[in-house]
């Protein structure tokens, strides 16, 4: 079990207008940050219980300097182990953004599934759904290792609206392999 705090100096940079996408101003403009760059002082709180246990507990609660205004973070998730095979964690992450452009939160929610054949070979996926764009989207992974980080990597996403049902909006898949080998037979 862990709790720490921290403070981070923070400078971000934008050499273009930048509009925040699904967020709008009290009058419904959309939110657009000026080019420049934005410093301020960000601090945090975090705790967490044995990552190892079959029940595990991470939170993270993070404020401050944030682009032309400042921001609260909250985020917490919850994860059940069942062995060395399994894993499933719950999270959501709030954000509470105050801006000289306008004021807006978002909630970010996912479940995270891990399924482990044998250390090599495994099966991931994560579902989430963002308030402040209205999407789901869905992560698939088949992973088939090698050595070194080498091997077969299968990659399916899937992105949906979700008031309005509308879908799919992206949907990509992804077959990869990789190899190592010796050139020079040393």
Same mark, same amino acid.
């Given at each position: 079990?862990?709790?720490?705090?921290?403070?981070? !100096?923070v #400078?971000?940079?934008?050499?273009?207008?930048?509009?925040?996408?699904?967020?709008t =101003?009290? =009058?419904?403009?959309?939110?657009v940050?000026?080019?420049?760059?934005?410093d301020?002082w960000?601090?945090?709180?975090?705790?967490?219980?044995?990552q190892?246990?079959t029940? /595990?507990f991470? &939170? #993270?609660?993070?404020w401050?300097a944030?682009?032309? +205004?400042?921001?609260?973070?909250? /985020?917490?998730?919850?994860?059940? @182990? /069942?062995?060395?095979? /399994?894993?499933?964690?719950?999270?959501?992450?709030?954000?509470d953004?105050?801006?000289?452009?306008g004021?807006? &939160?978002?909630?970010?929610?996912?479940?995270r599934? +891990?399924?482990? $054949?044998?250390? @090599?070979?495994?099966?991931? +996926?994560?579902?989430?759904?963002?308030?402040?764009?209205?999407?789901?989207s869905?992560?698939?992974?088949?992973? !088939?290792?090698d050595?070194?980080?080498?091997?077969? $990597?299968i990659?399916?996403?899937?992105?949906?609206?979700?008031?309005?049902?509308? +879908?799919?909006?992206?949907? &990509?898949l992804i077959?990869?392999?990789? @190899?190592?080998?010796d050139? $020079?037979?040393?």
């Amino acid at each position: 079990m862990e709790l720490h705090t921290g403070t981070n !100096w923070v #400078r971000e940079g934008l050499y273009e207008p930048f509009e925040i996408r699904g967020v709008t =101003d009290r =009058d419904g403009n959309p939110i657009v940050i000026p080019t420049g760059l934005y410093d301020g002082w960000e601090a945090a709180l975090v705790f967490f219980t044995d990552q190892s246990r079959t029940l /595990s507990f991470n &939170s #993270r609660f993070n404020w401050g300097a944030f682009l032309s +205004g400042s921001k609260r973070t909250s /985020s917490a998730d919850v994860t059940f @182990r /069942s062995g060395d095979r /399994s894993t499933a964690t719950i999270s959501a992450q709030y954000n509470d953004v105050e801006l000289a452009e306008g004021d807006f &939160s978002t909630l970010l929610t996912s479940l995270r599934l +891990g399924y482990f $054949f044998t250390p @090599r070979l495994y099966l991931q +996926g994560l579902v989430q759904y963002s308030d402040q764009i209205d999407r789901w989207s869905t992560n698939l992974r088949l992973g !088939w290792l090698d050595t070194a980080g080498t091997g077969l $990597f299968i990659v399916y996403n899937d992105v949906q609206g979700f008031d309005t049902l509308q +879908g799919p909006q992206a949907r &990509s898949l992804i077959i990869k392999y990789t @190899r190592q080998f010796d050139l $020079f037979g040393m």
